[in-house]
């Protein structure tokens, strides 16, 4: 039986581990054209999104990883989106870091903010290396990565991703 998920705060933000609950606030997050632009998904077939989501919600993880789930402080505790810690693409054997927002919250630091200490918490609880391949249009989310201290490795393969380590 896998441990739960640790919880973390920041100065503005709460993570906890992604439930079921927050579904639909993940599926209207997708449906954003623009939220999803870089990333590959089933985001054009609602019923496989929709599957997509739940699986990844519900999902065993190995021990300290899974989806966090971004909120502002309470009172206000609004959806922002969610950081993840998985093996890559749900398989491994990398072990992935990865954000999303809702597009609302984009540049104010919020994803910087958030992945920094799902990264620690891999780093130094975890005792492993993490890696982000992000699409090289993605200019955002490479900084994201360059922000939270991530080493750029290099193209993969000839796809139009750049892996992202560290
Ligand atoms: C990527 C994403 C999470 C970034 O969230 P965010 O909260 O805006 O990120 P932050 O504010 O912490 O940092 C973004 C940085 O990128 C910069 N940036 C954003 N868009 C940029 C662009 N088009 N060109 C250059 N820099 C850009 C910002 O200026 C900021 O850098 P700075 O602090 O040095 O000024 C958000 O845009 C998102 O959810 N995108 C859709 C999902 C996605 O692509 N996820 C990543 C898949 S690999």
Do not use: Q
């Not at 993940?26 to 089933?42: K, N, Q, S, W």
């Not at 200490?117 to 609880?125: K, S, V």
């Amino acid at each position: 039986m896998a441990s739960p998920l640790p919880t973390f705060e920041t100065p503005r933000l709460t993570l906890r581990p992604r439930t079921m609950a927050e579904l639909e606030d993940c599926l209207a997050m997708d449906r954003d054209p623009e939220v999803t632009r870089h990333i590959d998904g089933p985001w054009a077939d609602p019923e496989a999104h929709r599957r997509f989501v739940a699986d990844r919600i519900t999902r065993t993880y190995p021990d300290g990883m899974g989806y966090w789930t971004v909120r502002t402080k309470s009172p206000e505790e609004r959806f922002l989106g969610w950081v993840l810690l998985i093996p890559a693409d749900a398989v491994g054997p990398e072990i992935e870091i990865g954000w999303r927002l809702v597009r609302a919250a984009w540049g104010l630091g919020y994803a910087t903010e958030a992945a920094a200490p799902i990264l620690a918490h891999a780093r130094e609880t975890l005792r492993v290396a993490a890696i982000a391949d992000i699409d090289a249009d993605n200019a955002g989310s490479i900084r994201v990565a360059e922000k939270i201290g991530l080493r750029r490795i290099g193209p993969v393969g000839t796809s139009r991703y750049i892996r992202y380590s560290g």
